[in-house]
């Protein structure tokens, strides 16, 4: 049986059965049955579909909400916004089923055309820390691509992927389109991304994982595209607004309670600024209010499980140079506080290593240059903010940094409109915007000759 528990509590929400690789395979099979009726659905009839799950979504987002609050202990005002960020993914893509363009080319003697074809059946394994909504950011551009799919979500948290199977089924998606399997990703997993039905893979979740999957997929030249880890680095140079840089920082690193790939988890600080900007820093991550997600005060909830608060602890021995910590509550749930740790050096394992926890290194810079530097000796390359209030240094500093996503005097780093994802070992392919789209399809180019036939003549 497995047990989904609410993190707040340790309490069991429900208990499941668990799919085995049998059910995988059925669930391919449905998907490869949906798929030439799926594909064939004209444009706009697709995009009707597509919104009115969209319109469905949006009616069920409290509920959805409330749901996806216990199952992962974030803030219920967090999981709301994620709901609605759900609903507007899937509006945006509604749109996109009649701009899936492609091109004509004038070569000699004829025209060429190329068509943007569907893949087939998609396999999308999703992490635990933002559930439906990374699922969202995979199934909305597959389906308005005109692909099938199988989602595998997290074993920790199934509750929001099971609801969004039936409320698209009620929504009017076919039979078989949208499939859920709820099993361990050792065995279901591993099956989906070797099965010689499923044309490719979406996978967000460690860069361990991912390279794992890379490989796997190699065997039948699966494509991939793989959201992985990060280390984002947080610049903040002596010439920023400082009290405003460091009241941005703690939302930064713990938001979800910093289980978060884009979590700006290393601070740099210019040396000369490091005092002014640390005590705004300590009002700031001793303000936020940690405590039951239920509450709409709450701004941090308990990390997902006991044995990922033990690997977060591991990053604060009894030697580490701890500035301040924030509050947590005692008793039931999986706890942990807010905890500053500086000054940290960048070779240091908590400023080397993805720690999935609220825990952030400040480190100290002494110029442009060594900021550069510092932000970039790193494998990952996913996300990170720059805070000047010189533009020319923003813009240089913006460019020179080895990161998919960055953004300037902002904590920000998702939006629907816009492609999200990494550099370096932090993943392949982008997700969000039109650009997804690309990575649902394949290029299809036709020749067509314009000649007259010289036969006879």
């Not at 994620?82 to 089923?97: I, K, L, Q, R, S």
């Not at 002596?238 to 938001?255: I, K, Q, S, V």
Request: hydrophobic share 45%.
């Amino acid at each position: 049986m497995l047990e989904v528990v609410n993190p707040a509590t340790g309490r069991m929400l429900r208990g499941l059965e668990p799919a085995t690789v049998a059910d995988a395979d059925a669930a391919v099979a449905r998907a490869k049955a949906a798929f030439p009726k799926w594909r064939a659905v004209e444009p706009a009839e697709r995009s009707r579909m597509l919104r009115r799950l969209a319109d469905a979504l949006d009616r069920e987002r409290e509920s959805l909400a409330q749901l996806e609050s216990r199952n992962t202990g974030k803030p219920i005002s967090d999981a709301r916004g994620e709901m609605g960020m759900v609903a507007e993914t899937f509006h945006y893509y509604a749109g996109m089923p009649e701009r899936n363009l492609g091109e004509t080319i004038p070569v000699s003697g004829g025209i060429d055309m190329t068509f943007r074809e569907p893949l087939g059946v998609v396999a999308l394994i999703v992490p635990w820390n933002f559930p439906l909504t990374i699922a969202s950011w995979k199934m909305a551009p597959a389906l308005a691509a005109g692909n099938t799919l199988v989602l595998k979500p997290a074993e920790l948290t199934p509750l929001s992927a099971i609801e969004f199977d039936r409320i698209a089924l009620e929504a009017g998606l076919p039979e078989g389109v949208v499939n859920v399997v709820v099993g361990p990703g050792r065995t279901v997993g591993q099956r989906l991304v070797e099965h010689e039905d499923v044309a490719k893979v979406a996978f967000t979740g460690s860069t361990e994982v991912g390279r794992g999957i890379m490989a796997a997929a190699s065997k039948t030249i699966k494509r991939v595209t793989l959201e992985l880890g990060g280390k984002s680095a947080n610049i903040v140079f002596a010439d920023a607004d400082l009290e405003r840089a460091a009241a941005a920082a703690p939302p930064a690193f713990l938001g979800n309670a910093g289980q978060d790939c884009c979590a700006r988890s290393r601070i740099l600080v210019e040396r000369s600024a490091m005092d002014e900007f640390m005590s705004h820093f300590e009002r700031a991550v001793k303000a936020v209010r940690v405590g039951d997600p239920a509450s709409e005060k709450t701004e941090m909830g308990p990390l997902i499980s006991a044995s990922h608060r033990e690997k977060v602890a591991s990053f604060v021995p009894e030697d580490a140079p701890v500035a301040f910590r924030g509050a947590a509550p005692e008793g039931p749930g999986f706890w942990f506080p807010p905890t500053v740790l500086a000054p940290v050096s960048n070779s240091d394992r908590v400023a080397r290593e993805e720690v999935f926890g609220p825990v952030v290194a400040v480190i100290p810079f002494k110029d442009e240059d060594d900021a550069v530097r510092l932000a970039n000796e790193t494998v990952y390359g996913l996300s990170g903010s720059v805070w000047t209030t010189n533009g020319a240094k923003a813009l240089r500093v913006a460019r020179a940094v080895e990161t998919g996503v960055l953004s300037v005097n902002s904590n920000t780093s998702v939006r629907v409109a816009t492609p999200f994802g990494g550099f370096k070992q932090s993943g392949i392919g982008r997700e969000l915007g039109p650009r997804a789209l690309e990575h649902y399809t394949e290029v299809k180019n036709v020749y067509f000759s314009t000649e007259e036939d010289q036969v006879g003549r």
